[in-house]
Each structure stands twice: as structure tokens, then as C-alpha cells.
């Protein structure tokens, strides 16, 4: 299909409050919880403020995705200077079908066209969000880190560990010398 003919059929608006119930039940969807960073499931009221707040901030752009007459997704853009980060999310029963392909390339145009100061789009996905990455990387984004986190909780685990490993480097060391 032709970028004039999905432009034809597939286009960006501007989030509205009325939109607050819809893009909730998305991001509660089990699969997009799995797939965020904070897997906890989003309340009405932390939703409302969150988005009232969102649609205020001159930094937040938010953009429901449609297909002709049907709301198929939406995705935000966090702008920090020449950069802006994307979230998405593509509504449950539209998965599968490729159009996170088509949202993140509409907001790649939306940025370059009503965002001059902006160079750079950036995307956080975690490992497992196999769709994500494949999506991202289909419409040109270059994998350009790796992120590790500790978890805090496990430090006791880790410290019997690295004991084991100075313990042994002990007795290694303590070898070499008596020989």
C-alpha cells in the first residue's frame, strides 16, 4: 500500500478528554501492562489526572490513531529538547494486523512536521516486547543501548555470591604465595 493511500485511510488526531475511557481500557488491557514499564493496572481517577495533566503540558503531544472511522490506537510523544519519547499502544482487538508499524511511522511525519526542534525519537521497549522491537526497527529505529536494572530485594543473594568469588580468589592468591 502507498504512504498517499494510508494517509487516505490512517491518520493522527488530537487526544481529547472524551477519549479518557477509551485509551484507558487499552492501557489496562493485560498484555499492554505486561508490555509497560509499570505493569500495575492504571485507576480511573490516576488516569483522569494523568491525562487533564498531560493535554496541559506544551512538552506532551497525545494522538488517537484511526482507520478510516475507528479508533485503532494511540501513542504519545514526550518532547525534552531535540528529543521526544514514544509510547504506544494499539487497541486489543487490532493487534497483530501491523499497525504499530503504521502508528509509529505517522508519528514520525507528525514530529517532523509540527515539531522543527525535534531530532531525535526515542522508544524504551522492554526485552520481551518482541512486536515493539520488530515494529521499531521496521520503520528505521536503530537499537542504540542496553538497560540494566538491580533489584534491590536480591542483594543478599548476591552478596553470599561475590563472598563465594573473594573467598575463592583468597585461597587462589594464598596458593600462589606458598609455592
Known amino acids: 500500500m502507498g504512504a498517499g493511500i494510508v494517509k487516505r485511510k ?5 487526544v481529547e478528554v472524551s ?28 488516569h483522569i489526572v494523568w491525562l487533564e495533566s498531560a493535554l496541559k503540558n506544551p512538552a506532551m503531544r497525545l494522538y ?41 511511522a505517522l ?11 525535534v531530532k531525535t525519537l526515542i522508544a524504551q521497549v522492554k526485552p520481551s516486547n518482541i512486536a515493539s522491537s520488530k515494529a521499531l526497527g521496521a520503520c528505521g529505529y536503530q537499537q542504540t543501548m542496553l538497560q ?11 552478596n553470599s555470591e561475590l563472598t563465594a568469588i573473594v573467598d575463592s580468589a583468597e585461597g587462589k592468591a594464598f596458593e600462589s604465595n606458598t609455592h
Request: net charge negative; charged share 30%.
Open 107 to 117: 508519528a514520525v511525519e507528525e514530529a517532523k512536521a509540527q515539531l522543527p526542534e
Open 19 to 46: 477519549d479518557a475511557d477509551l485509551i484507558l481500557e487499552w492501557v489496562n488491557d493485560p498484555m499492554d501492562r505486561a508490555n509497560s514499564f509499570s505493569s500495575d493496572p492504571i485507576t480511573r481517577d490516576d
Open 64 to 104: 488517537i490513531m484511526m482507520l478510516n472511522d475507528r479508533s485503532v490506537g494511540h501513542i504519545k510523544l514526550k518532547i525534552d529538547g531535540e528529543s521526544a519519547e514514544i509510547g504506544y499502544c494499539i487497541a486489543p482487538e487490532w493487534r497483530g494486523m501491523g499497525l504499530a508499524k503504521v502508528i509509529v
Open 10 to 14: 490512517c491518520w493522527l488526531r488530537s
Open 148 to 158: 540494566y536494572e538491580f533489584d534491590l530485594d536480591t542483594f543478599d543473594d548476591m
